[in-house]
């Protein structure tokens, strides 16, 4: 088959699959993008994500990832809300957990029809394929920008004129030598709300983000304590962040998402911080099933969600910290003295001394001490 009539069944394929947009970069398409890696990841921008610098080079070169590939068919999927996303943000005894996390993982469902569309241009082309979305060491974001999809904000994600910054992304590397699309430009102007609400100034200058103050990165990817300093930015954020993705003004063009396995899940939009305090290993994978959210666990969750409670300044919920001061996980024992020193100093004081004398991780000490030095210096 001719590579345009090609390109159209599988541009035609994908918007039977539900993709909101497809288009097609050449495989060299992006020979920005080792210089800027290799910058981002000098500057540690990547925190503890080891799995970043591995493979770099491939990661930033689609043909050292497979050399006989030709061409990169890029797709995207709205996940646009028909809702204002950062309303939660005000509940403060309620948890927001971001957009894209409150409905099935988007891996398995952008998979199963990335390997569709893939598929029909193996069969149709006899050509080679591979689907990749997000898992593998490639750059989805400048591939999306080269295809066309639309350019890479000042946030850093891919926004569209047609879809905001609500595109899930997945790539098929083939060897087939598609007609190429024309690159999409910059269209930020001299906005620049994204960087301005940032809560944690994880933006060191436009277009970088340094991942060790994203709240995506600190809930989600970032396995240890989370420094004292970002958590009263972190508010009642337990797993994800919205914020500069929802405050772009090109979202205004975006139509809800229309994908059904998509849909967002009911009740996950405003779940109680202390019911979910409240949650054993086996509730938590109950709740979360099938979304990202099981993925970090129970226990890294509960430390974020004992730093939401730390941060909503409603003393009732002093409760639900104290509840967890002798929990296994020394995250959450952790969390829970904070938060329990931040909502109620009188009764975290009752508890200090037994805790100490308890306790033997360094983390955990730290933060009763903050309450009472002098037992450490006494002994
Ligand atoms: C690592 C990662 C993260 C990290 C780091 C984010 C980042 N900005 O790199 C963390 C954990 C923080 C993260 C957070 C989120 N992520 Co993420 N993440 C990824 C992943 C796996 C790799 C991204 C990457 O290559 N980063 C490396 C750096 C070097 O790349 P970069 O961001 O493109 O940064 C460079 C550019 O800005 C470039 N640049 C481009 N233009 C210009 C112009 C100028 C003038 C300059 C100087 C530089 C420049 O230079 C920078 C380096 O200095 C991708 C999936 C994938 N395989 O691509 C998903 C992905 C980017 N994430 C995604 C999502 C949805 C999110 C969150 C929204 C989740 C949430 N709600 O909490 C947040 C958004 C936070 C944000 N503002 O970026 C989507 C974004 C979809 C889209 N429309 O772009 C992706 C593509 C996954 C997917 N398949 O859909 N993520
Ligand atoms: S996701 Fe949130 S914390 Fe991360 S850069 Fe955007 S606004 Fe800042
Ligand atoms: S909010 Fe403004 S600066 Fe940020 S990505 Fe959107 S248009 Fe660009």
Known sequence: MKADRLKQAVLARAVAEGFSVARVAAV??????????????????????????????????PQRLWSEAKSVVMLGMSYAPDSDPLAILSQNDKAAISLYARRRDYHDVIKGKLKSVAGLLAAQGGVDVKVFVDTAPVMEKPLAQAAG?????????????????????????????????????????????????????????????????????LTIEHAGHIDEGLRAGIGNRVFGCDDCLAVCPWNKFAEAAQETRLALRDGLDALPLADLAGLDDAAFRTLFSGTPVKRTGRD????????????????????????????????????AAWALIKLDPVQAGTFAAAALASESDIDVRREWLALTPEPESAS
């Open 28 to 61: 060299d398409a992006i020979p920005d993008a080792p210089a800027r890696l290799a910058a981002w990841l000098a500057q540690g921008h990547h925190g503890e994500m080891g799995w970043m610098e591995e493979r770099s080079d491939q990661r930033a070169d």
């Open 149 to 217: 999809l639309g350019w890479q904000g000042k946030h850093t994600v891919l926004v569209s004129r047609e879809h905001g910054s609500w595109l899930f992304l997945g790539a098929i590397y083939t060897t087939a030598e598609l007609p190429a699309d024309a690159p999409e430009t910059d269209h930020c102007g001299s906005c620049r709300r994204c960087l301005d609400i940032c809560p944690t100034d994880a933006f060191p200058a436009p277009y970088q983000l340094d991942s060790r103050r994203c709240i995506a990165y």
């Open 300 to 335: 890294r969750f509960i430390r974020n969600v004992l730093i939401a409670i730390g941060n909503s300044g409603r003393p009732e919920l002093a409760v639900s910290a104290a509840a967890l001061i002798c929990d296994p996980s020394p995250l959450v024992r952790a969390m």
